[in-house]
């Protein structure tokens, strides 16, 4: 009996994706209305796109950037450095956000791993 069960118990979790949490700092940009992305050393990681239907658990905890250290580019829009915890899928999303800091934009100008946006 526990010989089956533990069988069960492997066979699930070797089912499940392995998700870790992943620190990714960088650029992060909302152009234009439900458009969120984040530029750091490796990649562009979509956050949400307008009219998707791809909101990640977690976008909540973003603030709202314009109150801190913050570039305008459109209106009320624009982009800041920031850190977050998030889950990705391995490739260009982020499907989870874990955790969300803000940081000066010395911070990202002066990583030279990161291309500034726009």
């Known amino acids: ?3 089956t069960a533990l069988t ?3 066979s699930l979790a070797l089912a499940l994706p392995a998700l870790a949490a992943e620190t990714r700092c960088g650029w992060i940009q909302n152009p234009t209305p439900g458009n969120w992305w984040l530029d750091d050393a490796q990649n562009t990681w979509t956050i949400m796109t307008q009219g ?4 990640p658990e977690g976008m909540d905890l973003i603030p709202d950037i314009s109150e801190h250290d913050y570039v305008k580019t459109n209106g009320n829009y624009g982009y800041a ?3 977050m915890g998030v ?5 260009e999303r982020i499907t989870q956000i874990l955790s969300f800091r803000q940081l000066s934009l010395a911070k990202c100008r002066n990583d ?3 291309k500034f946006p726009g």
Do not use: I, R, S, Y
């Open 8 to 10: 069960v118990a492997l």
């Open 87 to 91: 889950e990705t899928d391995g490739e």
């Open 81 to 83: 450095c920031a850190c």
């Open 52 to 55: 998707g239907n791809d909101e």
């Open 1 to 3: 009996m526990k010989t």
């Open 112 to 114: 030279k791993a990161l």
